[in-house]
Each structure stands twice: as C-alpha cells, then as structure tokens.
C-alpha cells in the first residue's frame, strides 16, 4: 500500500470528542427539560433542504442567502442547501404537515448542527450546533415574553456568565417598509461616509448599515433616524405588553433601537443575549418575531416567535461541567492462557449486560495483570476472574473479599451485592 497523506477536517469544523461531547450532552439534556416543561415539542427536521426555502425564507438580500449558504446540486439536479439556520425549516414543516389545525400555539424544539461558509475564527464556525425555540400561531405578547426568558433561563443554568439581554421591536411589515425607505434617504445622503458594502445594499437592506463596525458608517449612523420613533400605534402597544410581562417575570434587558438582527424575516419584537465572556463573537442567542414568514412559504397567515442559541459559544462562555461516567459494576478479567477462558468471559459479560450490569472486560488481547489494573482504572465495583478450571473468582473492590463461584452464579451474586449497598 502506497502511503497517504492525511485528511484533515474541514476548515471552520471540529470534531467533539471526551468531554466536550460530555458537555454538549448537559446543554441539550438542560435545553430539553426546560423547554419540554414549557409545552414545547422535540423537532427534527432535514440537514438539507430546497434551496428556495432559505432564499425566500431567510432573506435574498441577507448574507447568509447572498454569502454564507452551502448549495449543491444533487444527482437529479435539484438545488439543495445544508440548512443554515432552523426557523425557516420548523415553518416549512408547520406549514406541509398542516399544523395550523392543531391547538395554537404550536410549540417546538430544536438542537441540530447548522451551516453556513462564514470566516472561521473563535467562536465562529462553518458547522455549528444550535438549540432552538419556535412557537407559531399567536401573536399573545405573553408568548414573547415566555419566549424570551426560557432562553434567558437557559443560559443562565448553564453558568453564562455577564449576560446582557438587548430588546427591539422591528414593527410590523407597513411600518417597516416605510422605515426602510427613510432610512435608505439618510444613507443616500451621507454616502461618501459609508462602506462599500453598505453603500450597496442602500436600497436592499438599509437595517444592516447598524451592524457595520465601519467607522465611516457607524458616524453616519449616529443620526439615522430610529425605527422605534417609527412603530404603528399598535405595534408600539404590542411592545409595552411584552416588556410588562417581562417586568412582571424579573427579567433584565436593556431597550436597544439599534438592534438589527442579520434576518430578514423579523417582525416586531427581536432580542440578543451577548456575553462579556465572549469576545467579538459576543453573540451567545437571540431571536424574535415572524409574524410573515409561514405566510411567505406558502401557509396560512401565522405569527411566529423563535429563538435559537449556540453550543460551542454556550459552553466557550459557561460553567457546564460534565457528570463523571457512572462506575463499572463488574470487569470480567481472564487469564489468556487458557483457551476456553476468553469465550467463557465474554459469555459471562454478555449475562451481565443483559442483567442491567454496567459490565466491561479486556478487549485487546492484555495480560492478566494489565486487565486488573485497568478495573482497578475504572473504579469497577466486582472484578470477576475466570480460572483455568473454569471456576470463577469474585472479587468485591469495595471491601477486598472474594469468593470463588461457578460462572453461572457470578451476575446474581454481583446484583445482591449491589443492592445490599
Ligand atoms: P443566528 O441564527 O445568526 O441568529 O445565531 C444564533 C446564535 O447561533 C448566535 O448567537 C451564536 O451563538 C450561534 N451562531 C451563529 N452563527 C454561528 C457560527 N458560525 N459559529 C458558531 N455559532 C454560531
């Protein structure tokens, strides 16, 4: 065999391993039990989808659609994306499996890898896990406000240290689309001050020029007019409730008018979680309305709230601590010199299993010794070794005594001794 170089994983992917896939076990474990409490459902929905979905869903003009998306052509041609983000995909489902008709709201869960072909630095990667929450079908201001702090809950369980909550209210679609067009006149006559990537979207998206970090742009910014002095009478009311609500619920945020989220499809109120922690990736989860987009892909007019928070940034800025692996009940050891004793060990481990007993035994080969050393490793409770003549030894780790059994007696012996404990 000609020898080969080595393949590495994609730039901007990693894979989890020990104990960081221990952690990651917490936070969904965590996510789970908290959003299942709560009335919301577990989702799984395709790691590919229609192409069309993001594009009309997520926003042509937005940089995942226009940058960031991985988009192939399968063997019969059809265009398909890795999915680059969940709440697009939850609406399709919501829409195709007529979940309209169910009880509303409808409440869903999601933790699954996303995609997107950003520039992989800390913190930001290509492949990236996301836990997420989306409740369609009401426009219940409560419904934000529950929204809102079952992530902030989230977070703060999982030891999230110096977390700021930042909350906007986008208005409705008219509102909106009346704001952009004033904010697209301030752009246009300050534009030799901005960047060039925000001079060019001037008339598709305006909102981003308040995310630039350009200095030009962020100057210009400074005086550009706010949505929030722009909200219908009724979406300003919709805003009131659902910071009273979330007043009544002891959460802490701080109003920010300038907060712009990269998706198009936000409606009325939009929230961020930054952590301190976190550097220039700061962004830990944030979500918010949707009240177009099942409408949009093709279903019944429907109001929709979400939001989604990153693993990796969940566990770079928390304190989650993997528990420990649950002890060995019985290592099976056998001495390799006689012929019948490994099939006779791995029979016994076999009886164990299916026993309930967290049973292990050598599976390379080891020396006697090394097999009880390594027992000895995985602090297991009984040490089982088989004889020459058939006979098995049963060592009790905890208080050194042994008895010698027939292997047939070996799992009932170990279930009494565990449960005297
Ligand atoms: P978004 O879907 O862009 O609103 O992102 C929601 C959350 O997902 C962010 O606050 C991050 O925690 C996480 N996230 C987004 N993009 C990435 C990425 N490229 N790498 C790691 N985490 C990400």
Request: hydrophobic share 40%; charged share 25%; net charge negative.
């Amino acid at each position: 065999m000609s020898g080969a170089g080595k393949i590495k994983a994609p730039r901007g992917t990693s894979d989890v391993l020990g104990e960081q896939a221990a952690a990651r076990a917490v936070v969904e474990e965590r996510a789970r039990a908290l959003l299942e409490d709560a009335g919301y459902e577990r989702i799984e929905t395709p790691t590919f989808e229609a192409t069309e979905l993001f594009a009309r869903g997520v926003g042509a003009s937005t940089d995942i659609v226009q940058k960031e998306m991985y988009t192939f052509d399968d063997a019969s041609g059809r265009s398909l994306t890795l999915r680059p983000e969940g709440t697009a995909p939850v609406c399709r489902a919501y829409v195709e499996h007529g979940m309209h008709k169910l009880r509303q709201p409808v409440k869903l869960w999601y933790c699954s890898s996303f995609f997107r072909h950003e520039r992989a630095q800390a913190g930001r990667y290509r492949q990236f896990w996301q836990v997420g929450a989306e409740a369609l079908g009401s426009e219940d201001p409560a419904l934000d406000a529950e929204s809102i702090a079952l992530l902030a809950r989230l977070l703060e369980d999982l030891g999230v240290a110096q977390v700021r909550l930042r909350l906007s209210s986008l208005g409705g679609h008219a509102a909106r689309r009346e704001y952009r067009e004033r904010l697209s006149e301030h752009l246009r006559a300050n534009e030799e001050r901005l960047s060039e990537d925000v001079r060019a979207r001037i008339d598709q998206n305006p909102l981003r020029a308040f995310d630039s970090e350009h200095p030009g742009t962020r100057e210009a910014m400074r005086s550009a007019p706010l949505l929030s002095e722009h909200l219908s009478a009724q979406d300003a009311e919709h805003f009131a409730e659902v910071r009273a609500r979330l007043d009544a619920a002891g959460i802490v945020y701080e109003i920010d008018p300038t907060l712009v989220r990269g998706l198009d499809y936000y409606t009325r109120t939009v929230f961020e979680l930054t952590s301190e922690e976190l550097g220039a990736q700061s962004g830990v989860g944030g979500g918010g309305r949707y009240d177009g987009l099942v409408q949009e892909l093709g279903g019944p007019p429907t109001a929709g709230i979400g939001w989604a928070a990153g693993i990796e940034r969940i566990l770079l800025a928390g304190a989650v601590t993997p528990e420990a692996p649950a002890p060995v009940d019985l290592f099976v050891a056998y001495d390799g010199v006689a012929d019948h004793a490994p099939v006779a060990a791995y029979a016994l481990l076999t009886q164990a299993r299916a026993a309930g007993l967290r049973a292990r035994m050598e599976l390379a080969g080891r020396s006697l010794k090394n097999q009880l050393g390594y027992a000895n490793t995985l602090q297991s409770r009984y040490v089982a070794i088989f004889a020459d003549d058939g006979q098995v030894a049963l060592k009790d780790m905890g208080d050194g005594s042994q008895q010698t059994l027939g292997a047939d007696e070996v799992v009932h012996a170990v279930l009494r001794g565990l449960h005297a404990l």
